[in-house]
Every structure is written in structure tokens, then in C-alpha cells.
């Protein structure tokens, strides 16, 4: 049970109790979680404190009692209030009105019942949902505003926690209140699989406040679309064993899903935590995903281009981070001559072995387009040499998109009746006026191909 459906457990268990007199931290027992951290996630999930939502549903079913008939008095004892006045100055602060005007004037006010699944939750497929009841789909996971610090080295969850600690007791951050999420994940830009690798701690914060610690910086994550499913804490295996085997759960549910891997960021969300910012409580897993079909339709369109030979510099790297490395090298040679890329006659683009991404064998090599005059030096660091065109289908997509469009386009050739794989390398153009590249940069495919028997023109 994730902790969306454990909301909506003690949503339901208020719901049944709105004409009881109860608290409403009662209804944690229902989620099965502590009070604070009960109170911080209904908060989270549904936008209201729990006694909040208590008494702006009483007072929704009073508001419709009273308007057809029913007296002040019997609406208070119905809705466990000790006194009509009390229930009145309750119904007023709510409403905007006194219950009479209610009666008087069939002015209503309405508070609807929430449910957080059919909320947040697509419809489950009846046969993946049966082998992995676990997993849910989260319609939509808004975007957030958040602090962070990033810790590179061996073991960096210990160091990134340990700064956000030290920053969130510093700002006084009432972490248990439900006003703030806590997230963390592997630093983009590196391999976790190496020993040393980055890892970021990140807590929610409003859009106004003001973060002047020179070691906290802050960002925006993007929403989207994401599977989720719960990792508790037991006794029998420690927290990272657990997160370890949901990732896998996720890579076994998505091979027979009718979703792939999407675009935002993978988010683990810890949940429970001390006075002291001490981790106590389970992690949420959140996998970005797309369906399929929307992803078939946006690599549905290619063109064909024959690309005339062209000089070049370029810089190789290998192994894990590679591609940061060769970037920073091409760019500092750049640099030096006053080099941009462009468009037209400096082009940038790569040449790598995607398939070895990930292992030691990887090489990324980056390349710019130069004169056929300039003159090289050897000791210079780059090599020149030119690039010898040919024909190729052409394909533009987001960089955020590219390795997963990669494979889709690999897969379209190798089942295509009119083209065949060319003998010229692989292309991929960054369309970019700087060396920044994003999730946003536009990427320009070059498949290399040759036109199959029957469809030479």
C-alpha cells in the first residue's frame, strides 16, 4: 500500500466519522503511520491539514442540512459540537455567513469528499495491476521548487544529508508540519555505478522564500507523469536493500507495461524524519514514464539528407563521464580561438558507442566544424580530420529524448524495407548557438543509411 492509498484510508475513515466526535489524528492509526508524519503527508497529497478537512466537510453536509430544513441546533449535535454557538461562530468562519443566512437566503456552500486515487491515479491495466498491485501511475506530479545540495564522492547520500541537515535545522524548517517533501537522487551528470558519484538532497520550498546560504542552492524540478511505489522500513533489511529491489521491480513492470522510461527526473522521496532531520520512515519511488504510443507518434517523422564532406576538430573521452570531460576539453579549445557553434558553417555534433554507455569501454567523441586551411598542432589535444558525409534519414528531437529515440530509430531501420544501415558514421548535431546543453537543446539525428534494391532513384 503506497501512501497516497494510505491517505485515502484515513480519508475515508473521516468521512465515516464526520458525525462522531473524534480527532482527527485518529485517522493515522488508519494509515498506519505516526502522527507527525501522518499529518505532513495529508497535507502534502490533499493541499489541507487533516482537522481542516474534518471541519470543512462538516460544515459542507451542515451547509446542505440547514438549507433544506434542518435546524441549527440538531445540525450542531448531528455534527458532534457541543453548543450551537460554538457550531455557528465554526460555521460562519468557514462559510463566510452565519447558519441562518443559510436557511434564510439557500445560500450553500460546498466542500467536495476527495479522493486522492481517482485525484492522482490513472486506471490501472486489470492484468498488470494483479502482478504488480504495487505500482500505481501518477497522473501528474507537479512541479516543484526546491533547495538543494549536491555531495560527490564515495557514499554521497551521507554527505548531502548531512548539509541539508544542518541547513534545515539553521532555517528553523518545521520539517514534520507537511509544508515541505523531502527528495533525493544520483546527480545527473554522473555514474552511479563508479565509486565515486554524486547524489542530491533537496527539500521543497514556496516560491517566495529566500534561500542566501552560499552552499544551498535552489532550482526547479519538473513535473510529469510517473510510476510510484512504497518502500518500507523493516528490521530485516536495511532502507538501501529496499530501494535497490524497487528500482528492479520497476524494470520487470515496464518491460510488459504499456509505458517507457520518460523524461523528468527520477526522485526518491524519504519520508518520516526526527527533530533532528534524522531519516526515520520509508522511501517513495518515482520513475518518470510516457506511453508508448505517444512516444511512436513523436518518432514517426524522418527526412532524408545527404550531408557533403566537411574538416573538423574533435575531442575523445572514455569511460564513465566522458561526456563532460570531451565537451570541456572541445570547449576550452574553442575558447582559445574565439570559436561558437553554429549552425551552418560550425557545426557541433558527436560520434559515440551507446551501446558500451555505462562501462569502460564507452568512448564519446565531440566534434567541431572548421576551415579545411585552419592548421592543427598536434600537441593542441584535438585531432583533425574530416568528416566524410553520405546519406542519412534526418530526425530532430529534444536532447532530454535522445538516447531513448536512438534505440526507437535503430529498431525502425532494422524492420524498414527501403533503407538499409550506411558504412558512414553515426551523426548527432546539437543545434546550439553555445556549448550549454539541456533537456531542451534540440538534437538533429543522422542515421546512416543506404537505399535498399528496387529503390535507387
Request: overall charge negative.
Amino acid at each position: 500500500m503506497n501512501y497516497y492509498e494510505r491517505i485515502q484510508k484515513a480519508i475515508d475513515f473521516l468521512e465515516d466519522n464526520l458525525e462522531n466526535e473524534i480527532r482527527a489524528d485518529a485517522a493515522a492509526k488508519e494509515a498506519y503511520m505516526s502522527v507527525s508524519n501522518f499529518y505532513r503527508l495529508f497535507f502534502a497529497i490533499t493541499g489541507f491539514q487533516a482537522k481542516e478537512y474534518l471541519i470543512l466537510r462538516r460544515m459542507s453536509l451542515a451547509a446542505y442540512d440547514i438549507c433544506h430544513g434542518m435546524k441549527v441546533l440538531d445540525a450542531a449535535v448531528k455534527y458532534a459540537y457541543t453548543s450551537a454557538d460554538a457550531f455557528s461562530r465554526t460555521f460562519k468562519k468557514v462559510t463566510g455567513f452565519p447558519p441562518s443566512a443559510c436557511s434564510r437566503e439557500r445560500a450553500d456552500y460546498k466542500f467536495e469528499r476527495i479522493n486522492v486515487m481517482d485525484k492522482y491515479f490513472e486506471i490501472p491495466d486489470e492484468e498488470m495491476d494483479e502482478q504488480y498491485p504495487d505500482i500505481k501511475i501518477l497522473k501528474e506530479m507537479p512541479p516543484m521548487r526546491v533547495a538543494y545540495f549536491c555531495y560527490y564522492g564515495k557514499n554521497p547520500e551521507d554527505g548531502a544529508f548531512a548539509a541539508m541537515s544542518r541547513w534545515v535545522l539553521q532555517e528553523k524548517l518545521d520539517i514534520r508540519s507537511g509544508n515541505y517533501r523531502i527528495f533525493g537522487y544520483n546527480a545527473p551528470d554522473c555514474d552511479p555505478s563508479a565509486e565515486e558519484y554524486g547524489y542530491e538532497v533537496c527539500v521543497t520550498i514556496p516560491e517566495h522564500m529566500e534561500v542566501t546560504d552560499e552552499k544551498i542552492k535552489t532550482k526547479h524540478l519538473g513535473g510529469g507523469l510517473y510510476a510510484v511505489i512504497t518502500i518500507e522500513r523493516t528490521k530485516e533489511e536495511e532502507i538501501g536493500e529496499g530501494i535497490m529491489r524497487g528500482w528492479k521491480r520497476f524494470s520487470n513492470w515496464l518491460e510488459g507495461s504499456k509505458y517507457v522510461y520518460g523524461d523528468a527526473q527520477w526522485l526518491e522521496e524519504h519520508l518520516g524524519f526526527d527533530d533532528a532531520f534524522a531519516h526515520t520512515g520509508g522511501v517513495e519511488l518515482y520513475m518518470p514514464v510516457r506511453l508508448k504510443k505517444d512516444i511512436q507518434a513523436e518518432f514517426s517523422h524522418e527526412t532524408e539528407e545527404f550531408v557533403e564532406p566537411f574538416m573538423t576538430v574533435s575531442c575523445t573521452a572514455t569511460g564513465a563521464g566522458a561526456e563532460v570531460r570531451a565537451r570541456k576539453q572541445l570547449s576550452a579549445w574553442m575558447a582559445d580561438r574565439g570559436i561558437l557553434p553554429g549552425r551552418e558553417n560550425s557545426r557541433l555534433f558527436a560520434f559515440y558507442n551507446f551501446e558500451m554507455l555505462g562501462s569502460p569501454d564507452f568512448f564519446y567523441r565531440l566534434y567541431i566544424q572548421i576551415p579545411y586551411e585552419m592548421e592543427i598542432k598536434d600537441e593542441e589535444g584535438v585531432i583533425k580530420e574530416e568528416f566524410p558525409g553520405g546519406l542519412y534519414l534526418k530526425r530532430i528531437v529534444k536532447y532530454a529524448q535522445n538516447g531513448r529515440s536512438w534505440f526507437d530509430f535503430i529498431k525502425k531501420m532494422e524492420s524498414c524495407d527501403r533503407y538499409g544501415f550506411g558504412p558512414q558514421p553515426f551523426m548527432e548535431e546539437y543545434l546550439v548557438d553555445t556549448m550549454e546543453i539541456c533537456g531542451e537543446t534540440e538534437v538533429a539525428q543522422y542515421m546512416p543509411v543506404v537505399k535498399k534494391e528496387g529503390e535507387q532513384a
